[in-house]
């Protein structure tokens, strides 16, 4: 089974710090996925990357950066963190198939409140 | 662009009883199309996919689905849900260069 494990399950920070989630993924697969989801809201797409040091900007990466130095391990950040990306984090990833047709695997999520 | 809606937001039905949830999306060429249950507190876990061929999809945990792409929808169903079945149900549907385009959610709640 893909396991895809973010460091931390819950989170607490202040306005104006930086701010680190991790994700790792054991099954060597080259696509992953940072989202946040909000209620009513469903998951929206912040960054996503298809390679070691490759990413591409999602439907929502404003305030946020992303790091992938190593294939199994995608960093998203927030820069300054402000109380509206208070929201539960999900990271994803998948193996390269035709099209999209290979499913995303998901990690628990993290829970950020920023104070 | 791709979206997808699902028009139920939250919905109760008894234990035992058959359930149909309901997503409907936009796409211009035949869609890659998947379920996802998310338990409390938990990621989410693929349910089925669609790619192509039967439009009847069998899942996991007894879910099925139905591709109609004259009514561009892909709704879920069970016969007999059962209490464990309460979670939130996401229906997605790839958004091209790799991506998944999710519908807001639908939040199952079962009545014992």
């Known amino acids: 089974d893909v396991k895809v494990t973010q460091s931390s399950r819950y989170l607490v920070k202040r306005t104006g710090e930086k701010v680190f989630l991790e994700c790792v993924q054991d099954m060597d697969h080259e696509n992953m996925f940072w989202y946040r989801q909000d209620p009513g809201l469903g998951l929206r797409l912040i960054y996503f990357s298809y390679d070691v040091k490759m990413k591409e900007k999602g439907d929502i990466p404003e305030g946020y950066s992303v790091s992938r130095e190593k294939k199994e391990r995608f960093s998203l950040i927030l820069e300054s963190a402000s109380t509206n990306q208070t929201s539960m984090y999900l990271c994803a990833s998948r193996e390269p198939g035709e099209g999209s047709n290979q499913p995303q695997h998901f990690g628990d999520g993290t829970r950020l409140s920023i104070l | 662009a791709q979206s997808v809606t699902q028009p139920d937001i939250h919905i109760t039905v008894s234990e035992g009883a058959s359930l149909e949830l309901r997503c409907n999306y936009s796409?211009?060429?035949?869609?890659?199309l998947f379920w996802y249950v998310q338990s409390p507190g938990q990621g989410l876990q693929l349910l089925l996919k669609y790619f192509s061929g039967d439009t009847l999809v069998q899942g996991i945990k007894g879910f099925e689905a139905e591709f109609k792409r004259s009514q561009s929808s892909f709704n879920l169903r069970k016969p007999s849900v059962h209490w464990s079945d309460a979670a939130e149900y996401f229906c997605?549907?790839?958004?091209?260069?790799?991506?998944?385009?999710f519908g807001q959610g639908t939040r199952l709640t079962i009545n014992p």
């Open positions: 796409y211009g060429a035949t869609p890659y």
């Open positions: 997605a549907v790839d958004g091209g260069a790799q991506k998944l385009v």
